[in-house]
């Protein structure tokens, strides 16, 4: 499943380009400086802000297109995404976070169990906790695991190093690599960070302004 | 120390006040919900309306009831021929006449906990596959809980103390809707009232007090903030 990506969308009084084909597994890392649009972008691709033009399709099923009229809404998507602010629910103990999405899912759709994504994702002593008593490495394998237990078509990762400490990146580089190697997952992944884009062997999108606006 | 005739005040006034107060809450929800999130023509006069009872002299709001729900005002009229109902001097007129004293109040405490909301986590919600309808019911309703609850007990604690309207629109009727403040009222006129209306009185501020506690505990209790909020 390729994921392709052909929009503009404006935010604030600048437009934004982003064009990119996300390999159906692998890392494609949307690249740019802080303030380029990038989140922006994700939040285009998930559904949350709605693009002035192009199209979003994934393995032929569109999800916008601006010249059909088609936008779907975002829980229709199926996009794995994972913000920079991991948004996990602070009134769901970790467990009821991680299966949000799973227990509505159709048996058919899931590709992932939670006992699987627990082993995976070394949650096994947390599901009991609630996201307040967790620290950052710990929130981020968790906010992990609930966008894969949604059983998505692609992964979107928002600087999920951003806010972690030298030795929790690493563990945290480890778990995104293992889902590139064993998922098989097209994974969007936003960085202003060139190291990282060189450890995850990522292919580079660069996002930023539209020129001439 | 209490006479039967004082608990039984005590019992009709809690029976009015918590009848008011659950019918009206998801009513006094659902306007909160518009007046916060909503974008409507006329949402300045909804929101005007709903206030209206706070500023109005509570003997025009018993007033105004009373033309409504009379037996040939509009809704009563209606109440009685379709339903045989009425809430003309009956304790669901004074429940009628005290949620509306108390919905401002509740749609205020109401309001600024779905303002509170943080719309990130609806985002996130939606994102994982729930529609509208199960992102209110999973996310925001639960995380406007504690909002609902102070609301819910601070309407409880103005609706014990309602007079006005509940004595123009039910008048003051032993049994039937004569609540604390009537009673405590009715008593004052009475020679030798005096050790009753300090009875009750001693009760309103107890009941009062211990509204006001349980809403402002309930206020700051909320919800654990997420580890990385506004990161």
Not at chain 1, 125 to 137: D, K, M, N, Q, Y
């Amino acid at each position: 499943m390729a994921l392709e990506v052909d929009v503009t969308l404006r935010r604030g009084d600048r437009m934004i380009a982003a064009r990119c084909t996300v390999a159906p597994a692998g890392i494609t890392a949307l690249f740019g400086p802080s303030g380029a649009g990038k989140t922006s972008v994700l939040d285009a691709i998930a559904g949350l802000v709605r693009p002035t033009t192009g199209q979003i399709a994934i393995d032929g099923t569109v999800l916008f297109d601006s010249a059909r009229g088609i936008d779907l809404p975002p829980e229709q998507r199926r996009c794995g995404y994972v913000f920079q602010d991991l948004r996990l629910f602070p009134h769901r103990r970790v467990r009821d976070n991680l299966l949000y999405a799973w227990r509505r899912l159709a048996p058919s759709e899931r590709w992932l169990s939670p006992d699987e994504a627990i082993g995976f994702l070394g949650l096994g002593g947390l599901l009991e906790r609630l996201p307040a008593t967790l620290s950052g490495g710990e929130a981020q394998r968790v906010a992990i695991g609930r966008a894969l237990l949604s059983a998505p078509r692609f992964l979107a990762l928002d600087e999920p190093l951003s806010s972690l400490d030298h030795a929790r990146r690493d563990e945290i580089l480890r778990v995104i690599e293992r889902i590139r190697d064993e998922l098989r997952l097209p994974i969007l992944y936003v960085t202003h960070d060139p190291a990282e884009i060189s450890r995850l062997a990522a292919t580079v999108v660069a996002v930023g302004p539209l020129p001439g606006s | 120390m209490l006479q039967p005739a004082e608990w039984e005040i005590i019992a009709l006034s809690l029976k009015v006040s918590g009848v008011a107060i659950g019918t009206s809450l998801p009513l006094a929800y659902g306007l909160a919900w518009l007046l916060a999130r909503g974008r409507f023509p006329g949402k300045l006069l909804l929101d005007a309306l709903v206030h209206l009872p706070l500023v109005l002299p509570p003997v025009v709001t018993g007033w105004l009831l009373l033309i409504a729900f009379g037996a040939t005002g509009p809704v009563g009229g209606w109440l009685e021929r379709s339903l045989g109902f009425s809430l003309m001097f009956r304790w669901t007129g004074a429940a009628l006449a005290s949620a509306i004293m108390a919905l401002p109040l509740m749609v205020r405490a109401m309001r600024l906990s779905i303002e509170a909301i943080d719309r990130r986590l609806e985002q996130a919600a939606r994102t994982l596959g729930a529609g509208p309808w199960r992102c209110f019911w999973t996310v925001s309703l639960p995380l406007s809980v504690p909002g609902v609850l102070a609301a819910a007990v601070l309407g409880f604690a103005r609706s014990l103390g309602e007079f006005g309207a509940t004595i123009t629109f039910v008048s003051n009727i032993p049994g039937e809707t004569r609540t604390l403040p009537l009673a405590i009222y009715a008593a004052l006129q009475l020679p030798g009232g005096d050790a009753m209306v300090t009875r009750l009185a001693l009760v309103s501020v107890a009941l009062s007090l211990a509204a006001l506690v349980a809403s402002e505990w309930l206020v700051r209790r909320g919800w654990g903030g997420s580890p990385r909020d506004g990161t």
